[in-house]
């Protein structure tokens, strides 16, 4: 669809959108089209009204699709259109009066300092290469909150042991600067002599890899994540995104200043960091239920 190339490149070029992204929002527009095309004959996505487009909801919704996977392809949808009307193509967005579906919101428990601990404290890694570095990069995701995949793709030279911080590129290649905590910066220093020792390096710059040299992948960084968790752990979610969320929360729940915690997870707005705060404020309702005066605890 050659109407899609411009779009694309503005994703690309100036949204800053990753190219997995990019391929779901042509995925989904992609679809649309096709519904389009088959339901009304048209070839032209560009100038459907929202009726037309109520209609493909419809379909979704027969199909069984969840209200968050139909809410995230009238997104892509969305951004198409309010790039036409950027350009001058559309002269006003047929999605302006679309209201979100409902969706049920997961709360996703986080991993309690307890079970934490036990795996920190507790589980004996490996003195080889994989054990130690296994146990940094659970340490790294519980010390600094980073993504899995900003994990996969720290360098080297991410690292500055004399600052004591290390250089995070985020969503939309921001970068950010996230303090390390000296007990990490030990294990770090003890991982690295091991990486020095690997026989074969095929990727010398990324900071993680496999035992065979190569640049560690996302389902090996979960699968570490889960195997460790699962000793420690009775939660149905054991993955490198629950030890982000248990960063949050227990920075929190400790005091720490929302924004404070916005800038150490590379969040654009505080809106999405309010999402760690149920915990916290879980946390505050036991602690004023324990000391305030007039509770019936304190009778």
Same mark, same amino acid.
């Given at each position: 669809?050659?109407?899609?190339?411009?779009?694309?490149?503005?994703?690309?070029?100036?949204?800053?959108? %990753?190219?997995?992204?990019?391929?779901?929002?042509?995925?989904?527009?992609?679809?649309? !089209?096709?519904?389009?095309?088959?339901?009304? !004959? !048209?070839?032209?996505?560009? %100038?459907?009204?929202?009726?037309?487009?109520?209609?493909?909801?419809?379909?979704?919704?027969?199909?069984?699709?969840?209200?968050? #996977?139909?809410?995230?392809?009238?997104?892509?949808?969305?951004?198409?259109?309010?790039?036409? *009307?950027?350009?001058?193509?559309?002269?006003?967005? =047929?999605?302006?009066?679309?209201?979100?579906?409902?969706?049920?919101?997961?709360?996703?428990?986080?991993? !309690?300092?307890? $079970?934490?601990?036990?795996?920190?404290?507790?589980?004996?890694?490996?003195? %080889?290469?994989?054990?130690?570095?296994?146990?940094?990069?659970?340490?790294?995701?519980?010390?600094?909150?980073?993504?899995?995949?900003?994990?996969?793709?720290?360098?080297? @030279?991410?690292?500055?042991?004399?600052?004591?911080?290390?250089?995070? *590129?985020?969503?939309?290649?921001?970068?950010?600067?996230?303090? *390390?905590?000296?007990?990490? &910066?030990?294990?770090?220093?003890?991982? *690295?002599?091991?990486? #020095?020792?690997?026989?074969?390096?095929?990727?010398?710059?990324? &900071?993680?890899?496999?035992?065979?040299?190569?640049?560690?992948?996302?389902?090996?960084?979960?699968?570490?994540?889960?195997?460790?968790?699962?000793?420690?752990?009775?939660?149905?979610?054991?993955? =490198?995104?629950?030890?982000?969320?248990?960063?949050?929360?227990?920075?929190? @729940?400790?005091?720490?200043?929302? @924004?404070?915690?916005?800038?150490?997870?590379?969040? %654009?707005?505080?809106?999405?960091?309010?999402?760690?705060?149920?915990?916290?404020?879980? $946390?505050?309702?036991?602690?004023?239920?324990?000391?305030?005066?007039?509770?019936?605890?304190?009778?």
């Amino acid at each position: 669809m050659n109407t899609l190339k411009p779009f694309t490149d503005y994703l690309l070029l100036e949204k800053k959108y %990753s190219s997995l992204t990019v391929k779901a929002y042509t995925n989904d527009i992609e679809s649309f !089209s096709g519904f389009i095309k088959d339901e009304f !004959s !048209s070839m032209d996505i560009v %100038s459907v009204n929202y009726a037309q487009i109520r209609s493909w909801i419809i379909s979704l919704v027969e199909q069984n699709i969840s209200n968050r #996977s139909i809410n995230r392809k009238i997104s892509a949808l969305n951004t198409f259109y309010r790039f036409q *009307l950027k350009i001058g193509e559309i002269k006003t967005n =047929p999605l302006t009066i679309h209201k979100a579906l409902k969706t049920i919101k997961k709360v996703q428990l986080p991993f !309690s300092k307890a $079970e934490i601990d036990k795996v920190l404290d507790d589980i004996i890694f490996d003195d %080889s290469f994989e054990g130690i570095r296994d146990r940094v990069i659970v340490e790294l995701f519980y010390s600094t909150g980073i993504r899995r995949i900003e994990l996969v793709n720290l360098k080297l @030279n991410s690292l500055n042991f004399q600052s004591k911080t290390l250089k995070v *590129l985020g969503k939309r290649n921001k970068e950010r600067i996230v303090p *390390l905590l000296d007990s990490i &910066l030990k294990t770090l220093e003890m991982y *690295l002599v091991k990486r #020095s020792r690997l026989e074969n390096i095929q990727d010398s710059d990324s &900071l993680f890899l496999t035992k065979k040299g190569a640049k560690i992948y996302e389902t090996l960084v979960y699968r570490i994540i889960n195997n460790y968790f699962s000793k420690a752990s009775s939660k149905v979610k054991k993955s =490198p995104h629950i030890l982000r969320h248990s960063f949050a929360t227990h920075l929190l @729940n400790q005091g720490a200043d929302l @924004n404070a915690v916005k800038e150490l997870l590379g969040h %654009s707005s505080l809106a999405a960091t309010q999402v760690y705060t149920h915990n916290s404020i879980a $946390e505050l309702k036991k602690v004023h239920l324990k000391a305030h005066p007039r509770s019936k605890e304190q009778h």
